[in-house]
Every structure is written in C-alpha cells, then in structure tokens.
C-alpha cells in the first residue's frame, strides 16, 4: 500500500526552491551607484552623466604635449567611487600640446633653480613675545613660532611656489601647474612640535594638535584644496618623542602624503667619528625605519650640522652605501644645511647626493633669509610647464640639460625685453 505524501513538507519544499531560483536568477538590485569611467567621454556625455546621477560637475583644463584635446586626463574621485546625490566631481581635461607663446608668456624654465626649505622645532607661541625678529625663536632661526610658519606657508604659495616631494624632485618628477614654481619643506630632528599628538578620537585615529607643523599643514590643505601639500620629516631614534605614539605617528604620515627620511640614531657630526660609528648611525637609524614602515620611508639621509661639510671627506661615503649589523643601505641624496636654492634636476648643475637647504627664518630680508634666498632666484627660479612629460627652456638654456629622465625636450624663443 503506497503512503501519502503529506502536503506540508512538499509545499514548503517548493516555497524554498521557488525563493532560491528568485535570488539566483533575478538578484536584487543595489541601490548603491558607483562612479563610471569618464576617460572615454567628451564633455557633453560628462555633463549628461552627472546630470543623470545627479552630480555637480567642476571641470578643469590643463596642457598636455602627448593627449588630445578634450580627452580626460583625470578625474577625481576615481571610478568605482560610491557616490550620492549632489556629490562633487572634478574632471581634468586636455588642452593639448601648448602654444610656444604659452611658453613665453609664463617665462618657464624649468632648469631654474628649486628652493629647499629647512625648519625645525614650529613653536606655539605669538610671535611678538620672542625675542628675535620675524617669528624666530633662537638668535639663529633654527626655529619658528606657529604664528610664522603660517605666514610662511602663505608667502609661499602668493608668490606661485607649489610643494611636491623632495623624493619626487630627486628622481626628476616634477608635477606643479603652468607658471608655477616647486618648493620642497623639511623637518629635522623628530620635534614633538613637528606632530604632536593629544590623544585617540573614539574612532582610535590621531587627535593632533591644530598648532603643530602637521596640524597647520593640514589645515592649509583645507583652505587651498588646489595646494599639493607635503613635507619630509628627518627623525632620530627618539621619532616624535612620543613612544607611546610613534609607531602610530610615522604610519599617518606616509599614509596622508607625507615623508619620513633619516637623521641618524644621535645626530653626530660626521667629521668626528669613525667610519664604523657612521655607519652604525646611518644603518641603526635605517633599521628602526625599516621595522616601522618598511619600504614607505626615503633613502635620504639629512645631514646632522650639515656634516661632512665636504664630499671629499672619508665618511661622506658611509652616508650613502654601508653596512651595520649584517645589513647594508644605500641612500639616493642627502641634504646640507646650506643657503640658498639648489638646481632644476635637468640641470647640469643638479647632484641629489649634496643637496642644499635655506633655513627657513626671517631677518629682514638679509643673510639668506625665506625673503633673501627667494627674491635672490626670482629671475632664475623653476618655472613649470605644466606638463611632467615634458621638460621646456628656453632656447639659451638647452645647454644647461644634463639629465633627460626619459622625458621629452622642449625649447622656445624667448621674448626679447
């Protein structure tokens, strides 16, 4: 005698296979929209798409020697962004190969020379109760108030300066707008003021202090969104002087832009010690570096008293290559305490492994001072095509390029004055 089936156990059977045949074959829809690849568009389909999705276009428009006009070179946010209504997005469009008197009018010259500032400690205090002229803590300028560092910061950028990257400017990269000049800021020593920490938000990120050199460089970030904004902090062993924040402090940095290069453990001079203890400061400070952030720090090293004061001096070579604790190292460049502007890295004149530094204070615009050393290049200073593939000169500077990096050459006539 054959058993009924019972209708319960059936029914529900087919609910399940019903249900999962639903969800496998008609999914259901994402109300999550995500940013499309604008590269192949031209503007009106741009503009047609963010009329769609409900976006506020911006659209920018730079030279560029090897892509047409019209064509996207950059549009930020990427694509596959979630966006949401009202959400900005800007495009970056070509305008192709630039007119020769383009060159002309902006004066660019990009084997001009290239301002390397030097700070150390940025102090809060107000400028009129130090001691010293112009927001200098110390007789000798080594350090500023936070009150000057803004105005320094502002002074640069009115004056057409745009930061990029010291690691950047040694490797040929130069990446600041038409008629805009770089300018590159370093931190010695691993200050507290430098990045000083005053605890963890509930979300467990870095509460920083508004006053230090990262909070004030943070902030100009906000007010000029157009602004690269960077810097390379040297450190020693002691990092920030913060231990319980240190590890966290060199992690923000590379991770929101900024560098992290080598001061050594103790800041020697160079001109005093052995061969082995140079390399045991050179390679321990690697070393920490390297356990921290391994592979994000700089292979530079800033010079300690701007010692070896010449590289004809035995120890100058355990700056760059050496070995310590069965390691070795190996530097790109290192910097000098100096005075004044150093070369275009096209220029015949340019050597990363000496690199000079103004210090950055003020007195009255003398003895090589942020005003001095500035208006001192102010007819021979770096002056952007706008293009990083290219390099552009004037015909009477062709001669002066040494180093190419792959780059296209460019010259023009100048306009006679």
């Not at 064509?71 to 949401?84: A, F, G, N, R, Y």
């Amino acid at each position: 005698m054959k058993r009924k089936l019972k209708k319960g156990p059936v029914v529900v059977l087919a609910i399940c296979l019903i249900v999962l045949l639903v969800i496998v074959f008609f999914p259901k829809r994402s109300k999550e929209r995500f940013l499309a690849d604008l590269s192949s568009m031209d503007r009106t389909k741009i503009e047609e798409y963010c009329e769609k999705e409900q976006l506020s276009c911006e659209f920018q428009e730079e030279y560029h020697s090897s892509v047409a006009k019209g064509t996207v070179l950059l549009q930020e946010p990427s694509q596959d962004t979630k966006i949401s209504k009202g959400m900005k997005v800007i495009i970056t469009l070509s305008l192709g190969e630039v007119p020769k008197e383009v060159y002309q009018e902006n004066k660019v010259n990009e084997v001009g020379r290239v301002p390397i500032m030097m700070y150390h400690h940025i102090e809060n205090i107000p400028s009129s109760e130090t001691k010293y002229t112009g927001g200098n803590v110390d007789k000798d300028g080594y350090n500023r108030t936070a009150e000057a560092f803004r105005g320094d910061l502002e002074k640069y950028y009115q004056e057409g300066y745009r930061m990029i990257a010291l690691k950047d400017y040694v490797k040929g990269i130069i990446d600041v707008p038409l008629g805009k000049s770089p300018i590159i800021l370093t931190f010695d020593d691993g200050n507290e003021d430098n990045f000083k920490v005053l605890g963890k938000k509930e979300d467990g990120s870095l509460k920083i202090d508004p006053n230090c050199a990262i909070g004030i460089l943070e902030e100009f970030k906000q007010k000029y969104p157009d602004y690269q904004v960077t810097a390379t902090f040297f450190v020693m062993k002691g990092l920030f002087q913060q231990p319980e924040y240190n590890e966290d402090i060199l992690l923000w940095l590379v991770d929101h832009g900024y560098d992290v290069g080598n001061h050594t453990l103790n800041h020697p001079d160079f001109t005093k010690i052995s061969a082995e203890v140079a390399m045991q400061e050179v390679g321990g400070m690697d070393q920490i570096l390297n356990e921290i952030i391994p592979g994000k720090y700089v292979s530079i090293v800033a010079l300690p008293f701007g010692s070896p004061y010449k590289k004809t001096h035995a120890n100058f070579a355990n700056v760059l290559n050496g070995t310590y604790d069965g390691k070795s190292y190996q530097n790109i460049a290192a910097l000098r305490v100096g005075w004044e502007a150093d070369y275009s890295p096209f220029s015949d004149n340019f050597d990363p492994t000496f690199l000079k530094r103004i210090r950055a204070y003020d007195n009255n615009g003398v003895d090589f001072d942020i005003a001095y050393s500035l208006k001192q290049i102010q007819n021979t200073r770096y002056i952007s095509d706008g293009d990083r593939s290219t390099i552009v000169v004037p015909d009477s500077k062709k001669e002066k390029i040494k180093e190419t990096y792959g780059l296209n050459v460019i010259t023009y006539d100048e306009i006679s004055s």
